[in-house]
């Protein structure tokens, strides 16, 4: 009887967790103006508004560059320091790995005005898409971090030092043995990268310029209630891009660790 | 995201274990030097920034003039008593400018409830999962984690479609004939904030708690049940106790970020939902006082981490009694 309880209560929380954001592509193909039951029919029309607009495109270029630049910088500084981490005794290793997990405690408006005030008034530097990028690189790491280590835990640190005893450098160690084999992780640590940074809003709605990323801008539509039905569309094209690319960053993660390690997580 | 919690948990603890050997020195620095970039660039953009806002608090700021003569003024102002009284939910705050003290106590009210909402939400699920899910349950976790990593001002925002004046749950209820007139309590409340702050969280919780009643033994399980223990017994006193500690740990990574969050309180909270980050947002931009802005930042951050240490203490005395119990 208990168990038909617990299985009744998961699929009210699968409904729960995903039956509000379900309602943005819901009403984004209701012919309506108003987000409003009873729905009105099928359209399209409200994507087909999308296109052609000139802000919201500029916008969502900017996400892509900045999302694909701060993937990549802050994976290729997170898998050294993978390595470090779970490779390499040293000295004071937990006050730096707690110091690398910080962003993951700090409010984010905190971090957006603490980088507002030493990029404005300390080093006088005009706020652009790069100070947007660099806010990100900063909470994309503990997540890219956390990503690769327990992947290169996943895997026996003795065949790395069979390779070493069998002549191999430590270059080629790490890239015919480490690198392949942490693979799994690179790519969703590159995804995750990718996906917290063109999702974030604090940071960039605080430290960018005259330009907008696809958030900021989102979020000066949100205000407008003319703009509703197209707000409704894009935010379920984001839904749907960054659902795939979360999916897939979970399925690549989950299939490295399954092969060589059955049951871990 | 399980491993996010669980990094941050027991950051140190990670890494081979292997005895000592001479060329330890020498692995210490190859360490230092593959994480060197790393730390670099946290040094420079977490580290440094967190004490330029420092310093700045220390700094005033009257009209459009910076005074850089360091003093406690913007933190006395925080306190500085008053003859005026201002009454916020039955509390007497006799202070010359209350708006920060009342902020922060009503953020942290807010998402502590939040937070307590979040784990009552999640501990069946994770309970589920860990117990009584026997296939799939890879899918089922990634079914549970996808929301968490879908835009967070998305999810905020549907919150204002479902809620609002002309939303979903108004026009539902009104074709259905249930009411004439739309709710307006619905939105624009602290209520709303809690319910987006739960809603947005839940599903971050889930997994950390999975793991944690993963961890449980199941012939401690089976032996309370042989000795006579009934299931509820049991739960009570093995399952609970046991899963405690990572129940406080990622209840805590749920805590501190909602305190200061932005976008819900801004997106659904209307004017009586207002929480301190919408005030540290206004006195870095509307009131163009920035140093007051750092002090209430810092005062927040140092209020949140001492509430930390206590929860960090709580985990301390749940793992010494799932120690005894063991």
């Known amino acids: ?265 | 995201m399980v491993e996010v919690a669980d990094t941050a948990a027991r950051a140190g603890l990670l890494g081979p274990r292997r005895g000592r050997d001479p060329g330890r020195r020498r692995e210490a620095l190859t360490g230092f030097g593959l994480l060197s970039p790393a730390l670099l660039l946290m040094i420079a953009m977490l580290a440094l920034p967190l004490a330029a806002l420092i310093v700045l608090s220390f700094w005033t700021q009257s009209g459009f003039t910076l005074d850089r003569t360091p003093t406690l003024a913007n933190y006395w102002r925080l306190i500085e008593p008053s003859d005026r009284e201002i009454v916020w939910m039955g509390i007497h705050f006799h202070l010359a400018y209350p708006v920060p003290a009342i902020l922060i106590i009503k953020s942290l009210v807010m998402s502590l409830t939040a937070t307590v909402a979040t784990i009552l939400l999640a501990y069946p699920m994770a309970y589920f999962l860990a117990f009584r899910v026997k296939r799939n349950k890879a899918a089922w976790i990634i079914l549970l984690t996808v929301p968490f990593w879908t835009s967070y001002l998305l999810r905020v925002f549907s919150w204002k479609v479902v809620l609002g004046f002309n939303g979903a749950i108004n026009s539902g209820l009104m074709s259905l004939g249930i009411i004439d007139q739309p709710l307006d309590f619905l939105l624009y409340n602290p209520g709303a904030v809690m319910i987006t702050l739960a809603h947005s969280w839940v599903s971050f919780i889930v997994l950390p708690i999975y793991v944690s009643l993963e961890k449980i033994d199941r012939t401690m399980l089976e032996a309370a049940s042989d000795l006579g223990d009934s299931k509820w017994k049991r739960f009570r006193r093995i399952t609970l106790p046991l899963s405690m500690p990572g129940t406080i740990s990622a209840a805590l990574l749920v805590f501190i970020p909602t305190v200061g969050d932005y976008v819900t309180p801004e997106l659904v909270g209307g004017p009586g939902g207002t929480m301190i980050g919408s005030l540290v947002q206004q006195l870095f931009t509307k009131q163009n006082n920035a140093p007051m802005g750092a002090a209430v930042s810092i005062v927040m951050m140092l209020i949140i981490g001492s509430l930390v240490l206590i929860f960090l203490t709580l985990i301390g005395y749940w793992r010494m009694r799932a120690r005894r119990a063991s």
Request: proline residues 6%.
């Open chain 1, 1 to 265: 009887m208990r168990g038909w309880g617990l299985t009744v209560y998961a699929v009210f929380f699968i409904a729960f967790i995903y039956g509000p954001v379900l309602i943005l592509p819901l009403f984004s193909v209701n012919d309506s103006n108003f987000a409003t039951f009873p729905m009105a029919g099928f359209t399209l029309r409200h994507y087909a508004g999308l296109w052609g607009q000139k802000p919201l495109l500029d916008a969502l270029v900017n996400s892509l560059k900045i999302a694909a630049g701060v993937s990549v910088l802050a994976t290729a500084l997170a898998v050294p320091a993978a390595i470090a981490v779970t490779r390499h005794r040293f000295p004071g290793k937990p006050a730096v790995l707690s110091f690398m997990m910080l962003p993951l405690v700090i409010p984010s408006i905190v971090m957006a005005v603490a980088l507002l005030v030493i990029v404005l008034r300390f080093l006088g530097i005009q706020l652009s898409l790069w100070t947007v990028a660099a806010g990100h690189v900063v909470i994309c790491l503990p997540f890219c971090l956390s990503v690769l280590v327990s992947r290169l835990e996943g895997f026996d640190a003795a065949l790395e030092e069979a390779s070493r005893d069998l002549g191999c450098s430590p270059m080629q160690t790490f890239w015919r043995l480490t690198f392949p084999l942490a693979g799994p992780g690179i790519i969703s640590s590159l995804l995750l990268g990718f996906i917290i940074s063109f999702d974030e809003f604090v940071i960039a709605f605080f430290l960018t310029g005259t330009e907008n990323t696809l958030p900021v801008y989102l979020y000066s539509q949100l205000r407008f209630p003319n703009s509703l039905p197209g707000t409704l569309a894009l935010g379920s094209l984001i839904l749907v891009a960054s659902t795939a690319l979360v999916v897939l960053a979970e399925v690549i993660r989950r299939r490295g660790v399954q092969s060589d390690n059955p049951g871990d997580l």
